[in-house]
């Protein structure tokens, strides 16, 4: 079964950090570009951050840029996503997504995300103010 399994997500005070996990499994991860987006309550969802698949090239919004990072661990089938200084407007539902045709930015900047191959379920942060 193609899966993304996201973990790692909770409550934090503003100015936290929390480092999100997606697990790959079935399917040949490597060959795909991985992301992260986030939807807030009654907003749409947004790239954060994303990795690309063979050169690892990485991709960031501008909203998160010098604060979160993105990570892959080929060994573990696992993208972390490392948030730091977490502000209140950040609290959202975090999801992955896995695609083969793209690359970092234009998976992260895809407006039509929904066709994207492979998503995950979502984990919840909050940040409290």
């Known amino acids: 079964e193609v899966q993304l399994v996201e973990s790692g997500g909770g409550l934090v005070q503003a100015g936290g950090s929390l480092n999100l996990s997606c697990v790959a499994s079935?399917?040949?991860?490597?060959?795909?570009?991985i992301a992260w987006f986030r939807q807030a309550p009654g907003k749409e969802r947004e790239g954060v951050s994303c990795?690309?698949?063979?050169?690892?090239?990485?991709y960031y919004s501008d909203s998160v840029k010098g604060r979160f990072y993105i990570s892959k661990d080929s060994n573990k089938n696992t993208v972390y996503l490392q948030m730091n200084d977490l502000k209140p407007e950040e609290t959202a539902v975090y999801f992955c997504?896995?695609?083969?045709?793209?690359?970092?930015?234009?998976?992260?900047?895809?407006?039509?995300?929904?066709?994207?191959?492979?998503w995950g379920q979502g984990t919840l942060v909050t940040v409290s103010s």
């Open positions: 990795i690309s698949n063979y050169h690892g090239n990485t």
């Open positions: 997504a896995a695609d083969s045709r793209l690359t970092a930015q234009p998976m992260c900047m895809n407006p039509r995300y929904r066709d994207l191959e492979v």
């Open positions: 079935g399917f040949i991860w490597t060959d795909y570009a």
